[in-house]
């Protein structure tokens, strides 16, 4: 125990260390509380389980570098459970005879063990994690062209040894102590194995020795948290608090990178989109203090991976560091406007270099989301500052005047022109099961065009009532949203939405061929009042073979690879029904390393598919393309019009080495079409 003046020295440092603490916590949620609306607490049961998952499965971080994340996972569950070991060593150093629930009892040993087990993993990880911060391993750094705050490539290192020096020292010390305790008892502990080896070191040493190592670590350990605490807000060693809290106070997503329609209606509203850190949502600026720089994001995003100037990662630490900078500065106002995000945070081409793929959002282990940031800064470009890719005024243009990106003036029936039986509109058909959302792509795109005839054909052979919009049909205005014109948009879905509900869409289902498509009409479009029931089309076929209804010869056991689209997989966790729908049709599925919700983008997304390819080593495609080379497949299958073009143009620049066809024309290839007539 103590001595009384050690106790007095005690009380003094906790309330020097509390007050100090309080201050830079109070920094930290003022500044999140000037940022847009407001962190989400309703359903606060709900939300607390959501927060305490993610704290103890890390946010799946087992999923990539598993040897890293197991030993990460040693460090954080025992720097967890030290919360309760730093309780019952202060209340050993404060009370006399002391023993935590009880003296050498069953629930007191298995503390112990559980303490000098965690005492254990905690050093172990924490040496890696030190050595593998030093080495800088390349998944850890930035490519020179990355825009970085001028203290991030330094002080990022800087950052993590002074968090894991804390974390070893801290933990070290406490082991010394316990160690001390053991040797001064003069008997081996069985339940700390780990201790009881330095304690043997001490075994025999005066007792006089023994108390002042016990007291000397004592302090060194305890002390070290009450100086880090009021440390905390400006350390990464924030995320560990921080990222339960960013789970917690997320507001519900109808899929992985959904984004939240603007209110143009209200006049007060002055700022559109981003230009600055408080422009963003209070989310958005937790992000900056949950982040762990451990670079996940940057390693999974496909412009990155290819050479373009964005890095997720250093989006976010960007905003970490801009605020460490000014922390009291902000949190009190004196910067009223701070800095635009474009002169610190992220660089125009990296703005548009964005594919929003979600990649860096399904990543990531303590739910940021950065390619939302990205968004609302295409946002700010656009409709505030009319600062945007020349080449997308043409999709603009097309969208506004002629309802497709094409700018296309031809009939949007003439793809029907090479079917063998009628494809009905709503009027000829008005008591259609399922509405067939052609899209533009399917409309006037030949390769597209293709697939919407094989779905059509599938419907027609398995005796499904269906029709089709035709000239009513218009844009869902993904490519507008995802540009930054969120304005156009919103026009063209209360058009959709309007048209949808005449032929009486929200009564029935609906079933498309494009992810995009299925995304924004079943996902978007319900915050503006239209709710619609849709599936892609890879569902309805995979739900056709499996009620009968839909008959395949697949005796062929073609080798084929299946390329995930970001939108049906990763952003919807659409994975098997594609999957299923292959096998149906006799293939062979070699799967590529990247697939299912790790797949990677095939570079059309985020509006991509309508502007120059930002420069970086290589094209996007390109990298994805000769991934599913790689696999030794025959064919590559896919699932959408955007990756559908881009394999195409990949393959064709190859040299026509792989066949690439969508799920549906290979579904048609071996439809047993006698027996299903």
Known sequence: MLSPTE???????????????????????????????????DELPRRVIAGVVSLINQGRII???????????????????????????????????????????????????????FTFTVLLGVIYLIIRRLARPKNLDFRENIKLHPKVRTGVAQDSLVVGMFILLHVGFRYLSVSFLIAEGGAADPFQPFATL???????????FLTFGWHFSWWVAIGLIMLFLPYFPYTKHAHLFM??????TSPDRNYLGEMKTLDFEDESIEQFGANHLFDLEQKRIVDAFACIMCNRCQEACPAYHTGKELSPAALEINKRYYIRENMSALADGTIEEPMPLLDFAISESAVWACTACGACIDVCPVGNVPMLDIMDIRRDQVLMASAFPDELKGAFVGMERTGNPWQSTESRMAWTERLPFPVPTVEENPDYEYLLWVGCAGA???????????????????????AVLGESESCTGDSA??????????????????????????????????????????KEYGEMGGHYEIFHHTQLIADLVGRGKLRLNGNQL??????????????????????????????????MKRHGTDSFCCGAGGAQMWKEEEHGTEAV??????????????????????????MHDANRETGDTMVVKDVAELVVDVMDVKRNA
Request: glycine letters at 10%; charged letters at 15%; aromatic letters at 12%.
């Open 243 to 248: 990222g339960p809290v960013n789970f917690m």
């Open 198 to 208: 330095a304690a043997n070191l001490f075994m025999g040493l005066p007792e006089a």
């Open 63 to 117: 999923r990539h570098r598993k040897l890293t994340s197991l030993l990460h996972y040693g460090v954080a569950w025992g720097f967890i459970f030290y919360g309760l070991v730093n309780v019952v060593d202060i209340g050993e150093g404060l009370i006399a005879d002391f023993h935590f629930l009880g003296h050498e009892t069953v629930p007191n040993n298995i503390f112990r063990l559980l303490a000098d087990f």
């Open 444 to 466: 006037f795109n030949p390769d597209a065009q293709r697939t919407v005839q094989a779905v059509a054909t599938i419907m027609h052979q398995a005796g499904v009532s269906f």
């Open 558 to 591: 073609e080798q084929v690879t299946f390329h995930d689209p970001c939108y049906l997989g990763r952003h919807n966790g659409v994975i098997q029904d594609p999957r299923e729908a292959l096998r149906q049709a006799g293939a062979t599925l070699l799967e």
């Open 621 to 646: 495609s390109m990298n994805r393309f000769r991934e599913a080379q790689g696999t030794g497949a025959k064919t590559l299958a896919v699932g959408c019009p955007f990756c559908a073009t881009m």
């Open 7 to 41: 106790k007095f020295l005690f009380g003094f440092l906790v309330l020097i260390s509390l007050t100090a603490t309080y201050n830079t916590f109070k920094d930290m949620a003022q500044i999140i509380g000037r940022g847009k609306g407001q962190l989400f607490l």
């Open 481 to 522: 949203r995802r540009a930054g014109n969120e304005y156009l948009f919103y026009e063209m879905a209360l058009g959709n939405i309007e048209t949808l509900n005449e032929a009486k869409a929200n009564e029935r289902r609906i079933v498309t061929s494009c992810p995009h498509c299925f995304t924004t009409i079943g």
